[in-house]
């Protein structure tokens, strides 16, 4: 009542309000009630901002009153604290805005998604010279067909005009619990450039990642391995419409960019030099070993035959040959691939993307290297008979698509890969590089057989030499006419698929134009030229001379491509329109 009295004297009936309002909010909030916050901080269109719990003209009231000796300093906390509560209370317990995609938060952020989508449409016009028309690409693009994966020379005409849809995505991130238990998924629904069938909706990345401790986080499920700056670095933020054909051949695996496993990692925005150590399946996103096999007879240890034969000699106890549609052998299941990335940031931290869109004011400036051991692939029979190998072809198919065609015969092998990498940015202005060497051990010895006198007996024509290593370099630069806006970027590749032969060397040029229309790479637009000259020559199990006899085991036909063989040469002019949102 006092309170009135003194509100009623120095403020008239404005003052009665008042003093009710804190008459009532004084019976309203607990004798223990515990201490709050002045406000708190409320994220707004990308940005933090300090918001008042109180009504910042009723507060200025009750301060005023405090000064004038109208309210006591225990009534004035005593307000604050209840109206304090009052707005937690009341206050929604979901949120949703749009920053950089569909942002919800639930239960004052204990969970957190964040939807975002990608869409990239290209036109490529394309012109090829007549080697592309007369024997094509049947050694490191072939296509495989057929449930014995028979080799098939990649052929075309000297120009085509295609759209494409080249990027369709679906995001979904965001923490569950807190926010240092991460989760992300990402759908993808396009095709690739070459593409001969419809693509369809798949899963490219689920999992999880705990922050909890920044010197080792801790990431399982389906992703992109952790092995070399190109393959980290996301297509959404690249130079130019494609990555090198050289970048696409030495992921870690060499079967995909993408796998199933494990990785420990230190927080890259926390400590200079970054560690990624990983475990994973080794055959690529969605499948795992059981994905190889080979053929036999129903019997253990005898192999098995396409149409009734083998070429080869049977085991001692062997029944005679039938086909192998019968039984098969997942070998290799215990197997899994090993890989290991060390990053040191020399200067600043350039990130992955390409190009220097921030604009550094400082140099900024990485170097980095990566190891990754993925043993016994098989990549079909070690002989030139396809038609004995009746496995399933994922592996063979996905060492195909990525430019790994020339492993393909040589029976199960390890691959051991390499890589060094360096980037470099200052004010509109990045270099960047990288170097590959891949070891491939055959499990099988001395030369593959090519030829036997009759089914059963000893080999006759062996191949001409053994497959050796491969090993490729990249380097590419770009700067900002206008900065964030338009940049012009350049990239030189070059890829020897096989050491141990000569004319087989994969050279290609880039330039690009990129106009940013945001100062982003959520909406840009893209013109790439790139030229590709690819040597043909060098041997190639099952697609080089000498070929099987017809009529001696199980052959196609002789098909003399090494007689044609010459350098593929490809001109191409891609347009893209990339939205990010």
Known sequence: MSLLIRSYSRFGLFGVGLGLLLCCLSLFHPTDAISAEAGRLVEKDGRYVFVESMDPAMKLLLERAVKQGTITQEEYDGAVRASQERAYLLQPSFRAWYDRGFNFSMNDNAFLLKIRARFAARFTQRYRNDAYRDSGDSKNFPELLGVFGDYRANRSIDQSSTFNLRTAR??????????????????????????????ALSVLDMNVTSTHLPWMNVQIGQYKVYFNRSQINSTASMQFASRALVMDAFTASGINRRDVGLTIMNDE?????????????????????????????????????????????????????????????????????????????????????????????????????????????????????VGIDLANLHVRRSLAALGNGRMLGQGVVDFSTWTLDYVFKYRGFSLQGEYWYRNVTRHSKGLPCMQTAVVGGPCTVFAPQEFGNSTGWTVQSGYYLIPRKVEVAARYAWWDPDTRSGGDLIKQVDVSLNWFLSGTYDHQIMLTYSNIAMGQDGFAIGRSAPLPAVGATFPSGTV??????????????????????
Request: with cysteine.
């Open 269 to 385: 925005e926390v400590y200079p030099i970054n560690y990624y150590l990983g475990v994973f399946n080794g055959v690529g996103p969605l499948v795992n070993r059981f994905a190889q096999f080979n053929s036999e007879e129903a019997t253990v240890g005898c192999p098995g035959g396409a149409t009734g034969g083998n070429p080869f000699p049977s085991p001692a106890g062997c029944p005679t040959n039938t086909r192998n549609l019968n039984a098969n052998l997942r070998t290799n299941v215990n197997e899994l691939m090993y890989v290991a990335r060390l990053q040191a940031n020399l200067m600043g931290r350039p990130g992955y993307g390409e190009g220097d869109l921030a604009y550094s004011e400082s140099p900024q400036m990485a170097v980095g290297g990566g190891y990754a051991y993925n043993p016994s692939i098989d990549t079909s029979s070690n002989n030139a008979f």
């Open 560 to 581: 003399p491509l090494d007689s044609r063989a010459g350098t593929l040469i490809e001109n191409a002019v891609r347009i893209q329109y990339q939205i990010f949102f």
């Open 170 to 199: 679906l995001y979904f991130m965001g923490h569950l619990f807190n926010p240092d238990f991460k989760y992300y998924i990402q759908l993808a629904g396009e095709t690739a450039e070459n593409a001969q069938a419809p693509g």
